[in-house]
């Protein structure tokens, strides 16, 4: 196992290997969870807190100051923990809200919302195309929306402290008023995922606390990508050739990391896996890195706390 010493080399090796993009200036956003960069405008990333009492999209410019603001009609949310880019009818950008947090693994669904990107920036509310969503094998915790670029399939990584589930919605969906549509599981995935992002060419990234995973498919891992040290790092997104990394956290940054030479976003991915391991592998790796357990502990901890929170109101969504 490598020293203390080594470990605190590495990890400022990487630190330095990342830039700082912007700070966020809003203290309102304390718990940023998620993160999209917009396909309107220019300089505009969205994110959005973690919990509370209503249901809101925030847009940022590379200044890290607020800019936007949509809020979400008619919607109490229970967890919210990520948010991906996509598209709406008529192929119109949209962004994708994932209410998937749940911490004791009791919610018997589970929900994403679709609201139309604004061409004007400002504060507004939208009422969301709401979808429903429950897993085949029962409830779990997610952190990890993502929304292929390809054909708008919605995905979902699941968070745990040992080997999570990749699992993917129907192609065609049902609306909230209509019923709930079905996530079935096609992959393992490593532990204690945060978020995620796909490529244009459909390859993805999952992210952890501590480290990037680029797959070619699910259960194709291609290599994985040492990300830096932050507060709670919750947040991913594709920015072009880089990825952004968020965290929680008063006037969090957002950071850029390049995506490995060889992972261009756009060529097609290869048929096989590439240099690297499998999840199960992936836990032996990550236990070989003093800091990963340091950060599952402190996790473990907040997750204690949360679960004692989210039990104490108990409480479920609701139309206005």
């Known amino acids: 196992m490598p020293s203390v010493s080594t470990a605190l080399i590495a990890a400022l090796l990487t630190a330095s290997a990342s830039t700082t993009v912007l700070t966020l200036q809003d203290p309102a956003i304390n718990e940023s969870s998620g993160l999209a ?4 405008h220019k300089q505009v990333l969205w994110t ?14 590379r200044r890290g100051r607020s800019v936007a603001r949509l809020r979400l009609r008619g919607i109490d949310p229970y967890d919210p923990e990520a948010l991906a880019p996509g598209r709406g009818p008529g192929g119109r950008p949209a962004l994708f809200l994932g209410d998937l947090g749940d911490n004791l693994e009791q919610r018997p669904d589970v929900s994403v919302f679709r609201v139309r990107e604004p ?7 939208i009422r969301p195309t709401w979808y429903r969503f429950t897993y085949e094998d029962g409830p ?3 952190e990890a929306l993502l929304v292929d670029p390809r054909d708008g399939r919605i995905w979902v990584a699941t968070k745990s402290f040992g080997i999570g589930g990749l699992y993917r919605a129907p192609k065609r969906l049902v609306e909230e008023s209509q019923g709930s549509n079905t996530l079935r599981r096609v992959a393992d995935v490593p532990p204690l995922v945060t978020d995620g992002t796909f490529l244009p060419n459909g390859r993805f990234v999952l992210r952890t606390y501590t480290a990037g995973y680029l797959y070619d498919s699910p259960g194709k891992l291609r290599e994985q990508i040492t990300l830096p040290i932050q507060e709670q790092g919750e947040s991913i997104a594709l920015d072009g050739q880089r990825l952004l990394v968020g965290s929680e956290g008063v006037h969090s940054q957002v950071l850029a990391v390049p995506l ?9 991915p290869s048929s096989g896996a590439g240099p690297g391991a499998g999840p199960r592998d992936q836990i032996a790796q ?3 890195r003093p800091r990963a357990w340091m950060v599952a502990a402190g996790g473990l901890g907040l997750l204690a706390v949360l679960a004692l929170l989210v039990a104490g109101r108990a409480r479920r969504r609701r139309r206005a």
Do not use: Y
């Not at 960069?37 to 309107?40: D, I, K, N």
């Not at 959005?48 to 410019?61: E, F, L, M, S, Y």
């Open 286 to 288: 990550v236990a070989q």
């Open 260 to 268: 490995p030479k060889d992972a261009s976003p756009q060529d097609p």
């Open 119 to 125: 061409r004007e920036l400002g504060n507004s509310t």
């Open 140 to 142: 779990h915790d997610a």
């Open 37 to 40: 960069r917009s396909a309107l």
């Open 48 to 61: 959005h807190n973690d919990g509370g009492t209503v249901a809101d999209i925030i847009g940022i410019d």
